[in-house]
């Protein structure tokens, strides 16, 4: 676990790291069982009544569903004062949530991913703010 003092998430509710694991901020429907990411994302189904909808962390761990590799820096909005470039992008699976979520893969060598690896939700600093605190989004990594 990564120190993740003096760190702000670059958007607000989409990314958790209170439990001491960094995990996304899903939410699940008890009508129909769908879970959905963003949490705000209520119309997910039509015809669904929506009741009961309550947020949940996915799990840290999943299996990567699909990648590509980037070779050009990240468009904006996207910022960065890292070098990342090239880049992957992973989808990764969370199997038992039925939920795909696509993110930049860090820390890995990218030449090692193969589908279905084992991959854990992570933090990828972005920049410092005028305030000097790390400003952060999800990324994914290839669990060692
Ligand atoms: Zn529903």
Known sequence: ME???????????????????????SAKCNSCGTHFFPKEH????????????????????GKLASYTIQYYPCPAPFKT???ITPYGIGLI??????????????????????????METTILEMFTNEEKQQVVTWAFRAVK
């Open 3 to 25: 120190n993740m003092a003096n760190k702000v998430a670059r958007i607000p509710n989409l990314v958790d790291w209170s439990t001491g694991e960094v995990r996304l901020m």
């Open 42 to 61: 209520y119309q997910h189904r039509p015809g669904c009544s929506r009741e009961g909808v309550e947020d949940v962390l996915l799990p840290q761990k």
């Open 81 to 83: 004062e890292k070098k």
């Open 93 to 118: 699976e969370f199997e038992e949530e039925k939920i795909q979520v696509t993110g930049i893969i860090t820390e890995t060598d990218l030449k090692s991913l193969k589908l279905g690896m084992e």
